[in-house]
């Protein structure tokens, strides 16, 4: 399974439509993600080790001998 179990964030207000205890965290394919379930708003934040690799920046070279 690809989706982990939705859980809401206690206290936690939508920063679009201002709504409390609206706002459900999980993880969609290893990205943590937040949703509204009242309004559109959907924010996504990769794992660290997907989003350094997905920043371009070089960790080394490969050359082969």
């Known amino acids: 399974m690809s989706i982990s179990r939705k859980r809401f ?19 969609d ?16 934040q990769a794992e660290e080790k997907v989003a350094q690799k997905a920043s371009g920046a070089v960790i080394g070279v490969f050359k082969p001998d």
């Open 29 to 44: 394919h290893g990205v943590e993600t937040v949703e509204c379930v009242e309004c559109d708003y959907r924010e996504q």
């Open 9 to 27: 964030v206690a206290g936690a207000k939508c920063p679009k439509c201002g709504a409390s205890d609206s706002i459900v965290l999980f993880k």
